[in-house]
């Protein structure tokens, strides 16, 4: 009896074989796709509403700013974000959508991005004529912290921080290609080098001259230089956190009395890449006051993880 199986029969099972596989990952892919179209339109209208819900509160116009690093293509790739020129466009958009005397409300979750963009949107927010606050729930860094300075109010969580507004050329501080030139002479510098430093100093006169004109809005002009000066010249390292405190002693006008549903919103912007959270704790219920503000020493109450 012969059991050799036919080389014909072969040729079918592995044809199934392959037909199988193919279906198999084409529907587990349009299945993925479809987890993360509806999944995403979900998360995008728990935001609306939040941010609907805060306006009706506040009777403002509320925008939010946030760059997270976030799953955005099907592949699950993250990501990371900040301050462009398609933001300054939105940005200036909302604005121009807003009656003159209406409040405006921006909440600020940045590392900062291109100064150009910063200065637009710092520059609308101070020609703006009704109250402008700006809402930062953890940090808002470089062009996040220029944002905030053309706010009649900062509010800032009790461990939020702002930063310097020195600017950087390419991945080098301004400040530091400058000093090169007091280490070494100049013939011992390439003209590579010798073009950057003529290009550091210049954005450093001409960040500090617009940080002033947007002071100018809080202070008199002898502060507000003093200020541009101190947060534009380098004096710290470009990722250097000033705190709540600091930020008063500046002469700013801050508050700590932070709106629920800010952190809420929060919320539905998570870290993006995926595994298990490295930051874990037990839920709690939020307190608030009459207000709707959650006092200093009460937390976010979800889980989180980045």
Do not use: C
């Not at 799953?71 to 009656?99: K, M």
């Not at 230089?225 to 709540?244: C, K, M, N």
């Not at 700013?252 to 919320?267: C, F, H």
């Amino acid at each position: 009896m012969d059991n050799t199986v036919k080389p014909g029969w072969i040729n079918r099972i592995a044809s199934v074989s392959r037909a199988f596989f193919w279906t198999l990952l084409s529907l587990m892919l349009v299945l993925l796709i479809l987890f993360q179209f509806f999944g995403s339109r979900a998360t995008q209208s728990a935001r609306d509403n939040l941010l609907k819900g805060l306006e009706q509160d506040r009777k403002s116009r509320v925008i939010a700013l946030i760059h997270r690093q976030e799953n955005v293509s099907f592949l699950g790739v993250p990501v990371s974000s900040n301050i462009s020129i398609e933001d300054s466009e939105a940005v200036l958009r909302a604005i121009r959508f807003t009656p003159p005397d209406q409040p405006i409300d921006m909440i600020l979750h940045t590392p900062g991005g291109l100064v150009l963009a910063a200065e637009q949107i710092a520059k609308a927010l101070v020609e703006h004529k009704g109250k402008v606050t700006v809402f930062v729930p953890h940090y808002a860094m470089s062009g996040g912290t220029l944002i905030a300075l053309a706010a009649d109010e900062i509010v800032m969580d009790a461990n939020a921080v702002l930063g310097p507004v020195d600017p950087q050329i390419g991945t080098m501080p301004a400040a530091s290609i400058v000093n090169l030139l007091r280490f070494k002479k100049p013939a011992q510098i390439s003209d590579e080098m010798l073009i950057l430093a003529d290009m550091a100093q210049k954005a450093r006169v001409q960040v500090a001259s617009f940080v002033v004109q947007v002071l100018l809005k809080h202070m008199p002009q002898k502060k507000a230089v003093e200020l541009a000066t101190i947060l534009s010249e380098g004096r710290w390292t470009h990722d250097f956190p000033l705190p709540v405190q600091a930020i008063r002693e500046f002469g700013l006008k801050v508050s700590t009395d932070m709106p629920r549903k800010v952190y809420e919103l929060m919320d539905l912007y998570p870290q993006g890449g995926g595994g298990r959270p490295s930051v874990l704790y037990v839920p709690m219920r939020r307190a608030t006051n009459q207000k709707g503000t959650v006092p200093d020493n009460q937390a976010p109450s979800n889980t989180s993880g980045k």
